[in-house]
Each structure stands twice: as C-alpha cells, then as structure tokens.
C-alpha cells in the first residue's frame, strides 16, 4: 500500500510501539519493516538494548539505583527532542542533539540520509515494553505531537522465546526472559481503549499487508490530546461477583497451562502477578474506573490474564 505525499507538506511521524519478551521476534520483525519501507516511508530504527542494555547488563543498571528507568527516561526524551528538529526541519538543532545522544549513550542513532526531505518516518520504537505504563509514555509523546502511533505485540509461548534464545548470538539469561513473560501485561482494546491500534503476531510473519495498512493509517489519523474520561458509575456488587469469579476462574487455567514449563518459585511469583493484575481490575471496576460490558467479560479476562 503506497502512502501519497505532497513536496508541500510537513514531515508526517508515526511511533511503532513493539511489545514481547526477548527472542519473541522484534528483531526480525524490524528487518521486514525496514526493508519494506524503501518507497513508502523511511524507518528510524530506536533498539533499548543497544543503548540501554539491560538484557544483558542487568547487573550494571541495578547496582546503580535509578539507572535503568532514568536511562528510559533520558533515551524518550532526546527521541521527543529529535522528532520535533525533524518536524521543525530544524537541521542545526538535530545536529547537536544527535551529539548529545552520542555523549549519552556511546552509540550513534542512524538516521535516513533523506531526513527532513517531507517524507513520512516510521520510529520503530524496539523493547519489551511489557508493562502498559511503558507504552502509555510513548502514547502521551504521540499525542503531545500530533503523531501517528500503534502497537505490535509478539504473542509467542514462553518455550519458543527459550528455545530461540538459546540459538542466539547473544542470549539473555534465561531469568530475564521468564521474569518479563511473567509480568508482561498484554495490550487489550476492550479495557483500554487506547491499544485498539495494535497488532498482534504469533510465530512469524510472513505478510506485511496488515502492518503497512495500519502504518498508513497511522500516518492519516495523528493521535490528539484529550481531556481526561470523566469518571463512570461504579458496577453493581453482584457484576462484580461475577466477574470475581471469572478472573479466579481464568488465573486457574493460566497456572495450569504454565505449571508444566515452569519451576515451583516460578509459579508462586506468577501467581502473586496474575493475583494483583485481578485486584487491581476489580478496583477500578468498583469505583467506576472502567467499564466492561457482561458479554465481554470473559474475553478481558482472558486477555489481561
């Protein structure tokens, strides 16, 4: 699908959130998508790992308190700085800024040799990013940006990623990858209704189509800021009840499906992380946080699960 462009108009930005453990195919995903771009957009390739390497550094970032979420926060700010040089066309500001990043992070971000040309840029912006928070950040920069934004989630089984790992050049501890899948909160529209524009793939994918549609709409349909919900009536107890049971009845079978591949550690700390995941819902359901249709439940519950 080609994207139209006018020599007039401005440069056009979309973020492309990716969401999976290690080993759950981001890296190849990123491949496709820069080959694929050529024509259509030009790709801006943002990998944590090369400039915040906790995979593989985590001993580094945790003996420094902090480290790790001010290196995030530092590595989201310069990309919002250098999104509006380019959006600017501001060539001399996104000189100095890329030095700075230099300086920060010990390695260069590659940019296209046809930035600031009026084209479209797709940042593929390359983590786990298995909490929703991480993603809602880069949501908020999108909005405050008038940019396009979307999500791809690596839906892979936990025994696959392990598998892939072991095959890989440089691997991550084996720890890492269980403690992420384990706490990976999966995007889910019903609930949130911010991760609508999200895409999810399991195994491999062998056709672009549907990522190319969603980066052109995203590239047509900018996210805007909003005004905060205001707050809904809160369920009845007995809704409540249901759904309470429900969720007790889903974490069950997640516990189930994981106790074959995982040790009894392991299935304790995922049962504390599905157990707050459920209370955590309940709440904001009793006091009018959320709202979930009765024909749906079953379906978030699932899904958050």
């Keep these: 699908m080609l994207i139209t462009r006018h020599s007039e108009r401005m440069n056009r930005i979309c973020l492309n959130v990716l969401i999976g453990i290690p080993a759950s195919?981001?890296?190849?995903?990123c491949?496709?998508?820069?080959?694929?771009?050529?024509?259509?957009?030009?790709?801006?390739?943002v990998c944590y790992d090369t400039y915040v390497p906790i995979d593989t550094q985590y001993d580094q970032f945790r003996d420094e308190a902090g480290s790790y979420k001010r290196h995030r926060q530092q590595l989201l700010s310069s990309v919002e700085a250098i999104i509006?040089?380019?959006l600017g066309s501001d060539r001399q500001t996104l000189e100095r800024l890329l030095q700075d990043w230099i300086r920060e992070f010990k390695q260069p971000l590659k940019l296209p040799n046809t930035l600031l040309n009026s084209k479209?840029?797709?940042?593929?912006?390359?983590?786990?990013?298995?909490y929703r928070s991480m993603r809602m950040e880069w949501l908020q920069v999108a909005r405050r940006r008038s940019l396009g934004f979307f999500e791809t989630f690596f839906n892979v089984p936990l025994e696959l990623a392990l598998r892939r790992n072991q095959s890989r050049e440089r691997s991550v501890?084996?720890?890492t990858i269980r403690r992420m899948w384990m706490r990976l909160?999966?995007?889910?529209?019903?609930?949130?209704?911010?991760?609508?524009?999200?895409?999810?793939?399991?195994?491999?994918?062998?056709?672009l189509s549907e990522v190319l549609s969603m980066v052109s709409h995203s590239f047509e349909k900018p996210e805007k800021m909003i005004d905060a919900p205001?707050?809904?009536?809160?369920?009845?107890?007995?809704?409540?009840?249901?759904?309470?049971l429900l969720l007790r009845k889903?974490?069950?079978?997640?516990?189930?499906?994981?106790?074959?591949?995982?040790?009894?550690?392991?299935?304790r700390a995922f049962a504390a992380v599905l157990q707050e995941r459920k209370l955590d819902l309940l709440k904001r359901l009793r006091n009018g946080g959320e709202v979930i249709a009765e024909d749906r439940v079953q379906f978030v519950a699932d899904a958050l699960l």
């Design 230 to 244: 205001s707050s809904s009536t809160p369920m009845e107890q007995s809704v409540i009840h249901q759904i309470d």
């Design 173 to 175: 501890p084996e720890e």
């Design 250 to 267: 889903a974490i069950s079978e997640r516990m189930a499906t994981a106790k074959s591949s995982m040790s009894k550690s392991d299935l």
């Design 84 to 86: 509006l040089s380019i």
């Design 25 to 29: 195919g981001k890296t190849t995903y």
């Design 31 to 45: 491949a496709q998508i820069e080959k694929a771009a050529s024509d259509q957009f030009s790709v801006v390739h």
């Design 120 to 130: 479209d840029y797709l940042f593929l912006i390359d983590d786990n990013m298995y």
């Design 185 to 207: 909160e999966k995007p889910c529209g019903e609930m949130y209704g911010w991760e609508k524009k999200s895409i999810s793939i399991e195994g491999t994918l062998d056709d």
